[in-house]
């Protein structure tokens, strides 16, 4: 069965910290995302990667870094975390080519304080 | 700007009868249509598709209809479950992303 892993479940940070979310796919798949979840404003992607060492920003990048060193692994960066970066993560791989589907991970819930 | 649009936030619908939830777009190279069902604490998962060469696309108790000059999908659910109770969320490819609406909440009752 394929799966996006995502390392943590839940997070409490506090604010200032340096947050980092793994992410981790067994797809061989060259394109991971990065979105972050908040009601009533839906899915918005914040990083993703076409391939090892590439990232491209997405709609809401700031606040936020990522890491691609090897295929499988995506990890998100939150470099001084902020009350305003409390949210559910969520972390999706796909095929080249592949905007017509992704699979996702379980999701992070992050909560700054 | 968003490009795909879910202007009910929540539909509460009872058990056995119909829901039906709406997407609206605003990009006309959009040519695909995904949704996604999303429990709390889990990832979105695909629900059902549908290709603009399509104005329809059936899968069980899933149908998904396309009007193209209307720039307008609808994801019908009958008879709805309380299983069927999630966030569902329209999107369409724009490159290698894509784009999600806002999502709406569906509450089926018993």
């Known amino acids: 069965d394929v799966k996006v892993t995502q390392s943590s479940r839940y997070l409490v940070k506090r604010t200032g910290e340096k947050v980092f979310l793994e992410c981790v796919q067994d797809m061989d798949h060259e394109n991971m995302f990065w979105y972050r979840q908040d009601p009533g404003l839906g899915l918005r992607l914040i990083y993703f990667?076409?391939?090892?060492?590439?990232?491209e920003k997405g709609d809401i990048p700031e606040g936020y870094s990522v890491s691609r060193e090897k295929k499988e692994r995506f990890s998100l960066i939150l470099e001084s975390a902020s009350t305003n970066q409390t949210s559910m993560y969520l972390c999706a791989s796909s095929q080249t080519g592949g905007g017509y589907g992704y699979t996702f991970g379980s999701g992070t819930r992050l909560t700054v304080v | 700007d968003q490009q795909v649009k879910q202007n009910s936030p929540s539909l509460s619908v009872q058990e056995g009868r119909i829901s039906i939830l709406n997407c609206d777009y605003t990009?006309?190279?959009?040519?695909?249509f995904l949704w996604y069902k999303k429990y709390p604490a889990e990832g979105p998962t695909f629900l059902i598709s549908?290709?603009?060469?399509?104005d329809k696309n059936e899968d069980g108790r899933f149908t998904v209809f396309l009007n193209k000059s209307a720039k307008h999908l609808s994801l019908h659910i009958v008879p709805s479950q309380p299983g069927d109770s999630a966030v569902y969320f329209c999107a369409s490819p724009y490159g290698n992303k894509l784009v999600f609406g806002a999502g709406t909440i569906l509450r089926v009752k018993s």
């Open positions: 549908i290709s603009s060469i399509k």
């Open positions: 990667s076409y391939d090892v060492k590439m990232k």
């Open positions: 990009n006309s190279m959009f040519d695909y």
